[in-house]
């Protein structure tokens, strides 16, 4: 098992900035592959960055979604066991609950499906 703890939401107004925290515990992180999702209301969870590496996250092991592409870092620490997210110039359309995931697949999966870890979220509420 793998158990992981999303921190740092909140509520900021467009062109601000936060940094998500996901802390996990359990079995070695950095054998897993990490994600992060967001589901804003009405909508699917997204896949919106992802980073597979057991050192650090790089043009060659991360992905990141059209949407945040240049505004969001995703960054892991794996002898902190955490994985961070910088969102800059943040949008009203980034308001959405954030969750980080944790998979096993040696790449890093679009699917919701395929990540057999989860946080239980933080929310992240971006005013015009």
């Known amino acids: 098992q793998v158990q992981l703890v999303e921190s740092g939401g909140g509520l900021v107004q467009a062109g601000d900035s936060l940094r998500l925290s996901c802390a996990a515990s359990?079995?070695?992180?950095?054998?897993?592959?990490v994600g992060w999702f967001r589901q804003a209301p009405g909508k699917e969870r997204e896949l919106i960055a992802g980073c597979w590496s057991a050192f650090d996250c790089t043009f060659l092991n991360t992905y990141y979604s059209d949407s945040v592409k240049g505004r969001f870092t995703i960054t892991r620490d794996n002898a902190k066991n955490s994985v961070n997210l910088q969102m800059n110039n943040l949008r009203p359309e980034d308001t959405a609950v954030y969750y980080c995931?944790?998979?096993?697949?040696?790449?890093?999966?679009?699917?919701?499906?395929?990540?057999?870890?989860w946080g239980q979220g933080t929310p992240v509420t971006v005013s015009s």
């Open positions: 995931a944790a998979t096993a697949a040696g790449n890093i999966p679009r699917r919701v499906i395929e990540y057999e870890f």
């Open positions: 359990g079995r070695t992180f950095s054998n897993y592959g």
